[in-house]
């Protein structure tokens, strides 16, 4: 049993839950996740691991309220336990250690999961831009933890009720545009954004590093749940990722097999309502 020892609600959909897991947080690393089961009845979900606190012996995960599992684990109060968690899943964020500047950019919620890499590169003494995007004001999370781990923190929302009023892909052009050398660039987002970010590094050459979340359900690399397509060959983004070179994914593809179960997810939620 894992026991939640801390919860707070980031916005309307989005929760930080502290959980005691001594095992995962004395080996994660920056870019890993878990898969939890609320209970024997609970179906598996991965969560990328946003912090960890090695001498209290916790992880942080931070999730949207999107369905079943996560719509149940919000209901969860600091004291209550999760049957289980495994972790720490998937390899950890490799960023070449010559990197002098790099820019870190986070879509909504995978701003959750860009917050770890931010962090572990500042603390090597990396040059940290990030660039944060949010539809509106209402939802941005995490600004003053970004701005705790970065040198320079560019905050954008689509309608410009706060920060820039922009797409992610925009402030950073006008970064490159402006003469700033990135040795690599992080992007962590819906899938769309991680591709468009992708094009615009791409005629630059600057290395882009995405973060991938197909459906995943032992997170071992035994079911073929998680397969991508990478440069023209198969991956499982649980044990060869869930970080891969941006310019060699099929984001495509990614986006098709994300929509497989669409159909299933909405009945679940309408049965949910129901009962
Ligand atoms: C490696 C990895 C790390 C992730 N990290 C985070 C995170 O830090 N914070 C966060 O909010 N979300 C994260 N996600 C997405 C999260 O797993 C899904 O939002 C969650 O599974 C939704 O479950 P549900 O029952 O609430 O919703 P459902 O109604 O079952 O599904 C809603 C949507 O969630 C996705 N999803 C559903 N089941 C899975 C599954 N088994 N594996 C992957 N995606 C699924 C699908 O896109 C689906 O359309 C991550 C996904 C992966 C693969
Ligand atoms: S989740 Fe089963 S192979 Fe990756």
């Known amino acids: 049993m894992f026991k939640i020892v801390h919860k707070r609600v980031l916005n309307t959909s989005v929760v930080l ?22 209970d024997e009845m609970g179906e598996r979900v991965p969560l990328t691991i946003a912090d960890y606190d090695r001498e209290k012996g916790t992880i942080t995960i931070i999730f949207q309220i999107v369905g079943k ?40 919620v995978g701003c959750a999961i860009a917050y770890p890499q931010a962090k ?33 923190f560019i905050l954008c929302t ?22 700033v050398k990135y040795d690599a660039v992080i992007a962590i987002g819906p899938v769309p954004m991680m591709k468009f ?19 995943m359900i032992d997170g ?18 649980c044990v060869d990722g869930p970080d891969f070179d941006g310019h060699l994914v099929d984001f495509d593809e990614l986006m098709k097999r994300n929509s497989t179960y669409r159909e299933q997810e909405h009945n679940c939620r309408m049965m949910n309502s129901i009962k």
């Open 220 to 237: 071992t690399g035994m079911c073929g749940g998680c397969r991508v397509t990478v440069g023209g060959e198969i991956k499982y983004a």
């Open 69 to 108: 599992t996560t719509e149940h684990l919000a209901t969860l109060n600091e004291g209550d336990t999760i049957l289980d968690v495994a972790g720490p899943l998937g390899i950890p964020t490799h960023v070449d250690s010559n990197a002098k500047r790099v820019c870190v950019i986070g879509g909504g």
């Open 197 to 215: 970010v992708c094009a615009v590094t791409k005629p630059y050459d600057i290395k882009t590093i995405v973060s991938l979340n197909p459906i």
């Open 17 to 38: 839950m502290n959980i005691e897991a001594p095992f995962i947080a004395k080996k994660a690393q920056a870019g890993q996740f878990i898969i939890f089961r609320i």
């Open 120 to 152: 572990e590169l500042f603390g090597r003494g990396v040059e940290v831009d990030v660039i944060a995007g949010f539809r509106n004001k209402d939802i941005v999370i995490l600004e003053d933890e970004f701005k705790a781990v970065s040198n320079n």
């Open 158 to 179: 689509d309608d410009g009720s706060k920060g820039k009023k922009g797409f992610v892909t925009e402030a950073l052009k006008e970064q490159i545009d402006a003469g």
